[in-house]
T-cell receptor, first 115, second 113 residues
Framework: GAGVSQTPSNKVTEKGKYVELRCDPISGHTALYWYRQSLGQGPEFLIYFQGTGAADDSGLPNDRFFAVRPEGSVSTLKIQRTERGDSAVYLC?????????????FGPGTRLTVL | TQLLEQSPQFLSIQEGENLTVYCNSSSVFSSLQWYRQEPGEGPVLLVTVVTGGEVKKLKRLTFQFGDARKDSSLHITAAQPGDTGLYLCAGESPKDSNYQLIWGAGTKLIIKP
């Protein structure tokens, strides 16, 4: 079956612009996670969805970041007024149910570069 | 703040050698996961260890969870070029909600043919 997919694979934008990053989770997976990974670092938690609702958005760095999952499947991470420090790989993962020991399946990520 | 420290940060060895990488913390974890990540890809789960002292084997890879559930190690026997990648550990805190993992920064492993 299809795994987690993310689009675009690469996004180059200018400082101050708005970007949207899309995640298509594995069909039927209830939980969806967004992470940010900087070079040489492990993933940094941003937000977690259980169904349509954001169960925890405590990892979002500031109010320029927002994510939605309106129908409980596809999710979009939105970044307003991008800054150079936002440059990173944005990873999405899904799992059948929420739980640290439940396997999270990761997508290939979107590499965001803010010039 | 809970932290997972991985060591070494970088390791480059010849094919056929053995190696061990470590994941250490001062905090206790309910479980610990090891992932391998290749360039341009997301992390892929290798194993989850749950019980203190637990040892799991995956072909030439041996994973051990410390007795106190604060640390873990990954030992690779007779490393092969296909083992090259970034090895990440991630722990589930027994205190927090059970969906958020604490991640280490990873060990970048290169196996030279």
């Amino acid at each position: 079956g299809a795994g987690v997919s993310q689009t675009p694979s690469n996004k180059v934008t200018e400082k101050g612009k708005y970007v949207e990053l899309r995640c298509d989770p594995i069909s039927g997976h209830t939980a969806l996670y967004w992470y940010r990974q900087s070079l040489g670092q492990g993933p940094e938690f941003l937000i977690y969805f259980q169904g349509t609702g954001a169960a925890d958005d405590s990892g979002l760095p500031n109010d320029r970041f927002f994510a939605v999952r309106p129908e409980g499947s596809v999710s979009t991470l939105k970044i307003q007024r991008t800054e150079r420090g936002d440059s990173a790989v944005y990873l999405c993962a899904s799992s059948p149910i929420a739980g640290g020991t439940d396997t999270q399946y990761f997508g290939p990520g979107t590499r965001l570069t803010v010039l | 703040t809970q932290l997972l420290e991985q060591s070494p940060q970088f390791l480059s060895i010849q094919e056929g050698e053995n190696l061990t990488v470590y994941c250490n913390s001062s905090s206790v974890f309910s479980s610990l996961q090891w992932y391998r990540q290749e360039p341009g890809e997301g992390p892929v789960l290798l194993v989850t260890v749950v019980t203190g002292g637990e040892v799991k084997k995956l072909k030439r890879l041996t994973f051990q969870f410390g007795d106190a559930r604060k640390d873990s190690s990954l030992h690779i026997t007779a490393a092969q070029p296909g083992d090259t990648g970034l090895y990440l550990c991630a722990g589930e805190s027994p205190k927090d909600s059970n969906y958020q993992l604490i991640w280490g920064a990873g060990t970048k492993l290169i196996i030279k043919p």
